[in-house]
T-cell receptor, first 111, second 111 residues
């Protein structure tokens, strides 16, 4: 079983749509959670951290369910510029800053 | 503030050769991590350096080695290159356990 699992997609949605991505992680001792965004042939960039109480940044909302070991990302009012791969990321417990990435979910927003 | 820079951006090597990739960390960051990202996959943790010593290692063979210098810059060395080593190699810097900031990556092709 992979440590972080995501639906690879692709998700093809029209502009203005709401889209949700889900992710599960296997290590219940994980403490830090993130969503990174990666454009084609570019480096991953931190989109947002994910907190237990849920958090929002503009059109983006992240949720964490520790009991189910489940993380989600909701994008409202999709823009063409949101087209990218979204990587679910978990910080491995172990005393150093090791990130474990899912394989990513591709999003394509079309006019 | 200078971000993470990597060199070279692209590299083509032959199976069996050795390669050295370089990374300059973001100003003020003391920790450097290296990741390998194969096509269609999320980045995989190779190792991390803190204060010039390896601070953690992923599931990579000993022919993957690294260095960190007093100015916190770093090198990734790969010996006896194999075709499967073809990937995007990402360097990320951080200040202890703060979020990782990735460089643009080095795309390595092994033929």
């Amino acid at each position: 079983r992979k440590e972080v699992e995501q639906d690879p997609g692709p998700f093809n949605v029209p502009e203005g749509a709401t889209v949700a991505f889900n992710c599960t992680y296997s290590n219940s001792a994980s403490q830090s959670f993130f969503w990174y965004r990666q454009d084609c042939r570019k480096e991953p960039k931190l989109l947002m951290s994910v907190y237990s109480s849920g958090n929002e940044d503009g059109r983006f909302t992240a949720q964490l369910n520790r009991a189910s070991q489940y993380i989600s990302l909701l994008i409202r009012d999709s823009k063409l510029s949101d087209s990218a791969t979204y990587l679910c990321v978990v910080n491995s417990p172990g005393g150093y800053n090791k990130l474990i990435f899912g394989a990513g979910t591709r999003l394509a927003v079309h006019p | 503030e200078t971000g993470v820079t990597q060199s070279p951006t692209h590299l083509i090597k032959t199976r069996g050769q050795q390669v050295t990739l370089r990374c300059s960390s973001q100003s003020g960051h003391n920790t450097v991590s290296w990741y390998q990202q194969a096509l269609g996959q999320g980045p995989q943790f190779i190792f991390q350096y803190y204060r010039e010593e390896e601070n953690g290692r992923g599931n990579f063979p000993p022919r993957f080695s690294g260095l960190q210098f007093p100015n916190y810059s770093s090198e990734l060395n790969v010996n006896a290159l194999e075709l499967d080593d073809s990937a995007l190699y990402l360097c990320a810097s951080s200040l202890s356990n703060s979020p990782l900031h990735f460089g643009n990556g080095t795309r390595l092709t092994v033929t």
